[in-house]
């Protein structure tokens, strides 16, 4: 069974493939992906790795946590299962936003 992987710290060069081939050292990758930032497409500083075999991704735990890439130290742990969040964001419908769609008064007068 798969194990992932969690990668922290990592370069904002960082890619998919560079995480691929690093942790292929240790074993077969199954999957590997940099988290990325939706609105200006770089990197968050880390990602996720899945490791085919428990033995490969406590190998690879042991001999690249605190390895350097590209300047910067990375941090390698066994992933967390995903929290639940409630769902809608951060977004709050209602009230005045002052803008030209959203109804609300813009300044100055009525005609």
Do not use: C, H
């Not at 910067?72 to 995903?82: G, K, N, Q």
């Amino acid at each position: 069974m798969a194990t992932k992987l969690f990668v922290g710290n990592l370069p904002y060069e960082a890619t998919d493939q560079s995480l691929t081939e690093l942790f292929s050292q240790s074993g077969t990758v199954v999957s590997a992906s940099v988290v990325i930032n939706k609105f200006n497409n770089r990197s968050k500083g880390f990602g996720f790795v899945e490791m085919s075999t428990q033995e490969e991704a406590n190998a690879a735990i042991e001999t690249l946590n605190g390895q350097e890439m590209g300047g910067r130290r990375i941090i390698v742990s066994e992933a967390r299962p995903r929290e639940e969040r409630p769902a809608g964001g951060g977004f709050r419908s209602g009230g005045s936003r002052g803008g030209y769609d959203s109804g609300g008064s813009r300044g100055g007068y009525d005609r």
